[in-house]
């Protein structure tokens, strides 16, 4: 069925490309007025040594309960508390999983959703898919994480002590599941892609963002072609059951690996342009700012990184003189987690913990290590992954303003009593 492209979208599409032409391609671009995005476009607000919410309270506009024993509310946000993981397996239940909201989740109805597919670079016009069109194509079955890509921020201000802005998550901004759907090639080859195009531009149906009186639209993202052609998915089962609403009912997008604004959700329309897009969420945001990158930034963000977590909660105690089982999950968006080394000893000594899993390209894998605390007082206990490229977690993770891709080998406080 042909329909008439979005028009906001086309409205979005044009104003942004009118401000931001040069940001793109060079360090053009004004400073001040980089700058001046930035903070408009800074849509958290908050800074990452802030608090967290108190337990139990509810977060704005999430659909499903927060227990205090799973989550740790920041904002609109849910975090997954880590040491909730541990008696889960491989995959993250769907009540355990994180939850990342520009605003608030909405609800929609299948029976009345579609997706419109429409641009410059499509061979004809604007092509819209139901839902039941949508799941009548071939599927596929993906097991991919997705984490937000200011997962771990608040450790640049507690480890660090760098300040960055953003919601103030620890490490439990990231889950695990299997995602089915239909691979977002299908789609477009579907829709006519053409040969000329080069940027794929998918939409949220939720609330436009509006940040310090600025409206940025709906949560949309470029991609570039060769990424839409390869692996992602537009999703609309997680774990053998329909995607819940905070996670993206009816269809949303998985690309494995990607930092997890790439993988819109509540999908609505997708552009294809025959040039370049642009967004808030790959100029002003979703690139690393501050002295080691250039005035206008970095490239936006593609790859997550490496970071490893241990299913135990901060500050716990544990007796002295008692064997433990260590329990963690490392993963990279580069490769293959190869190793993982624990220390017990804040990094003094370092030894090979043991893989659960067979590690895989976009899951993380989950490991275990013996330790048999010998003298009371504070442990420090580390991790660090080595990924299959030979990247191994540092000790220190390079700064940037908005606290992006924080991969420095996290300092896990406990207590031996």
């Known amino acids: ?81 880590f040491a909730a993981l541990r008696s889960t397996g491989l995959l993250t239940p769907a009540d355990r999983f994180f939850v990342r909201n520009h605003t608030v989740t909405p609800r929609i109805d299948a029976a009345g959703w579609r997706l419109t597919v429409w641009g410059s670079g ?5 092509v819209d898919f139901t839902y039941d069109q949508l799941r009548a194509l071939p599927s596929v079955t993906r097991t991919a994480f997705v984490e937000c890509a200011g997962n771990a921020r608040s450790f640049y201000s507690t480890q660090q002590n760098q300040q960055v802005s953003g919601t103030a998550w620890t490490l439990g901004a990231i889950g695990t599941a299997r995602w089915r759907g239909v691979r977002l090639a299908d789609v477009l080859r579907l829709a006519g892609i053409g040969r000329n195009a080069v940027d794929v531009l998918p939409r949220g149906l939720d609330n436009e963002v509006v940040s310090d009186g600025t ?122 987690v190869r190793t993982v080394e624990v220390s017990t000893d804040g990094g003094t000594r370092w030894r090979r913990a043991r893989l659960r899993d067979e590690p895989r390209s976009g899951s993380w894998v989950r490991w275990s290590a013996d330790w048999l605390p010998k003298e009371r007082g504070p442990a420090v206990l580390m991790a660090r992954a080595t990924d299959r490229t030979g990247r191994t977690q540092p000790d220190v993770a390079v700064h940037n303003t908005q606290g992006y891709l924080f991969d420095a080998v996290v300092r896990h406080g406990v207590h031996v009593v």
């Open 122 to 126: 499509l061979t004809g016009s604007a």
């Open 215 to 336: 409206n940025l639209g709906r949560v949309r993202r470029p991609l570039p072609v060769a990424k839409a052609l390869d692996d992602v998915v537009l999703a609309y089962e997680m774990n053998g059951e329909p995607l819940p609403p905070d996670h993206g009912y009816p269809v949303r997008l998985i690309v494995p690996s990607w930092v997890g604004i790439a993988n819109i959700k509540w999908v609505g329309d997708i552009e294809v342009s025959a040039e370049p897009l642009l967004s808030p969420w790959n100029t002003g945001l979703y690139r690393l700012f501050g002295p080691a990158y250039p005035p206008e930034g970095s490239a936006p963000l593609t790859r997550q990184t490496l970071k490893s977590a241990f299913e135990l909660a901060p500050g716990v105690s544990v007796p002295v003189h008692r064997r433990q089982v260590l329990t963690g999950r490392s993963w990279s968006g580069g490769a293959p």
């Open 1 to 81: 069925m042909r329909s008439v492209p979005p028009s906001e979208a086309a409205y979005d599409r044009m104003r942004l490309r009118q401000w931001s032409r040069g940001a793109a391609r060079s360090a053009g671009i004004e400073r001040r007025d980089l700058l001046r995005f930035v903070a408009a476009a800074s849509v958290t607000g908050l800074v990452a040594a802030a608090p967290a919410q108190a337990a139990d309270s509810p977060a704005p506009g999430i659909v499903k309960p927060l227990p205090s024993e799973l989550f740790t509310v920041r904002g609109t946000n849910a975090e997954t508390n």
